[in-house]
C-alpha cells in the first residue's frame, strides 16, 4: 500500500509549483526550510490522496515521516490526524516523538491541532508538554506548542495560549511571532478585551509583527493608536 501511495504522489509532480514552492518555503542555504525538496502537489491533490490511504499502518506513516520529500511527511501528517480519531493516544505520543520532523509552517499548522490540540482538550494536567515543547531549542516543536493551543481556544480555553504566548514573546524567529500573533488574533475573535489586556502588559516585549498580527481584524483607527502605544 505505501508504494501505491508514493506512486500516486509522484504522479501529481508538478515541476514548475515545486520550484515556487521552494523558494515560497525557504528552502535555500541558510532559510528554516533548507535542503527540503519539493514535488509540487497542492493541499486538495494531497487531502484526495488521502482519504485513499487512510488504512496505512502507524510503521508506514513513519517511513513517509524519514522521507526528504515535503509532501510525503505532508501525507504522513494528514493521515495521523485522520487516525486521531480512531487511535487518539497513539497517534498523539506518536507525533509528539517524530514532531521536529514536521519542519515547516505548513505541516505544522495542517496536523498539530488534531493530532496534539485535541488530544489535550479534555486534558488539561497532560498539557505541561505544550510548556516543554515551548522552551525546546527547535523551532517546530515551539510552533507546535503555541499552534496546537488553537483547539482550546475554539472552546473558549483561552488560558494556555496567553501563558505560552508570553513565554514565546522572548523568541528571536519570524515565524514564531507570526504564529503568536495568529493565536492571539483567535483569541480576540472569543473575548477582545482578554486580548486588549494581555497587550496592555505585554506592550513592551511584544514584538511588531506578533502585535500586528494580533490586532488585524481592529477598527484601522484603534489598529493604529495600539500600534503607538495609545493604550487606555
Known amino acids: 500500500m505505501l508504494n501505491n501511495l508514493l506512486k500516486e504522489i509522484q504522479s501529481y509532480a508538478n515541476p514548475e509549483k515545486a520550484k515556487i514552492y521552494q523558494r515560497f518555503f525557504k528552502t535555500g542555504k541558510g532559510e528554516y526550510g533548507e535542503g527540503d525538496i519539493f514535488l509540487g502537489l497542492t493541499m486538495p491533490q494531497q487531502r484526495e490522496i488521502a ?4 488504512e496505512l ?20 501528517g494528514i493521515l495521523l490526524t485522520k487516525k486521531a480519531k480512531l487511535f487518539p493516544e497513539e497517534t498523539f505520543n506518536l507525533y509528539l516523538k517524530h514532531a521536529k520532523k514536521f519542519n515547516n509552517w505548513d505541516l505544522v499548522d495542517v496536523t498539530c491541532t488534531r493530532t496534539v490540540g485535541e488530544f489535550l482538550l479534555d486534558k488539561p494536567k497532560q498539557r505541561k508538554i505544550l ?8 523551532l517546530w516543536e515551539k510552533r507546535v506548542a503555541i499552534v496546537s493551543t488553537f483547539s482550546f481556544i475554539r472552546k ?30 483567535e483569541v480576540g475573535k472569543k473575548d477582545k478585551k482578554v ?13 511588531r509583527t506578533t502585535l500586528r498580527y494580533s490586532i488585524e481584524r481592529f477598527p484601522e483607527e484603534e489598529r493604529k493608536k495600539i500600534l503607538l502605544g495609545e493604550l487606555n
Open 57 to 76: 499502518s502507524f510503521s508506514q506513516i513513519n517511513k513517509l515521516l524519514d522521507s526528504k520529500i515535503h509532501e510525503h511527511r505532508m501525507q504522513a
Open 195 to 207: 486580548l486588549v489586556d494581555f497587550i496592555k502588559t505585554t506592550y513592551k516585549n511584544i514584538p
Open 156 to 185: 473558549n480555553q483561552l488560558g494556555d495560549t496567553l501563558k505560552i504566548s508570553e513565554f514565546l514573546l522572548k523568541d528571536k524567529h519570524d515565524l514564531i511571532h507570526k504564529a503568536i500573533g495568529w493565536m492571539l488574533r
Open 131 to 138: 510548556y516543554d515543547l515551548a522552551k525546546s531549542k527547535n
Open 51 to 54: 482519504k485513499k490511504y487512510k
